[in-house]
């Protein structure tokens, strides 16, 4: 086909080509969710229907685009892996980003009711994407670790902060000034203390996040079959299927990974 002469204008495209042998992360997060929260009535700290829809939206993202092998998500934000060796969309980091972004804000809105019921949705939700490469699977571990740890952080400073409010009758400002350079230890114990509240029995969700990845199960079907000369019949078929599974549990140390060695590629 001939070539008109606005074709030159291509060249002006930049090439944003992520580098082999890296894991593509792609990060979103809620734009403005200090609002969004207040808006929709979130329940302080946690929200379990906000917690459900955004990993209803994850796992849309994971079934309908190619080669994400784990996706960690909490609060307003998920994490997305590609592997390594991904040739999805020429590993062109914006059509990765705004895949992934689109996905998860169009099933945030799709799957709304599913989570909210009749309360409805006030206006459209955004969320902010960025794409980080890393080259080694320690690197990407300490990237997972990194986002488990401020789950933990963010949490547990949550969770004091509204129970001494909520439980203890503290203002906001008061339960402000109360927290103010106390480590972990000194938190757990305002807890355990004062509201008889062990943190570690702190629903699993909350304290460690979500971790999506592609199991193998086993699923039984029903299915009717006709052999030659023979009554139809109902028969038993196993099959097994790729889905994916949500684990709320430690990703920081090596079991989870022992458990799952599929996830990672080798690194040599
Ligand atoms: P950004 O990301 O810079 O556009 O601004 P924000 O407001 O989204 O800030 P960010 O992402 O650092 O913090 C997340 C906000 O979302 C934070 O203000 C608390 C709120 N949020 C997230 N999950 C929940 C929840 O389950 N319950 C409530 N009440 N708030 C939540
Ligand atoms: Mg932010
Ligand atoms: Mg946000
Ligand atoms: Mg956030
Ligand atoms: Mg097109």
């Not at 549990?249 to 090596?254: F, H, T």
């Amino acid at each position: 086909m001939a070539k008109s002469k606005f074709e030159y204008v291509r060249n002006f495209e930049t090439d944003d080509t992520c580098l082999r042998n890296c894991y593509i992360v792609v990060r979103l997060d809620g734009r403005n969710f200090h609002k969004f929260a207040e808006q929709h009535k979130f329940s302080k700290p946690n929200d379990n229907r906000a917690l459900g829809l955004m990993t209803r939206s994850a796992r849309s993202v994971m079934e309908e685009l190619e080669d994400i092998v784990i996706a960690y998500g909490q609060s307003d934000e998920f994490s997305f892996v590609f592997k390594r060796t991904s040739t999805w969309f020429k590993r062109r980091a914006s059509k990765l980003m705004t895949h992934v972004a689109s996905q998860f804000s169009s099933s945030f809105v799709f799957y709304w009711k599913e989570f909210f019921g009749e309360q409805p949705l006030l206006y459209p939700p955004g969320f902010d994407g960025r794409v980080v490469l890393y080259p080694s699977n320690r690197n990407l571990r300490d990237y997972l670790s990194w986002r488990q740890a401020d789950c933990h952080i963010n949490n547990l400073y949550n969770t004091v902060f509204w129970t001494l409010v909520q439980k203890g009758g503290l203002t906001t400002v008061q339960a402000e000034d109360r927290l103010k350079g106390t480590l972990a230890a000194g938190k757990n114990e305002i807890l355990f203390s004062e509201f008889d509240i062990n943190y570690n029995n702190e629903p699993v969700l909350h304290r460690k996040g979500t971790t999506l990845i592609w199991e193998k199960r086993e699923e039984t079907v029903t299915k009717s079959m006709k052999l030659p000369n023979e009554e139809e019949k109902d028969v038993a078929v196993t099959r097994r299927r790729k889905t994916v599974e949500a684990h709320h549990c430690d990703i920081i140390g090596d079991q989870f990974w022992e458990k799952h060695p599929d996830i990672l590629e080798d690194d040599t």
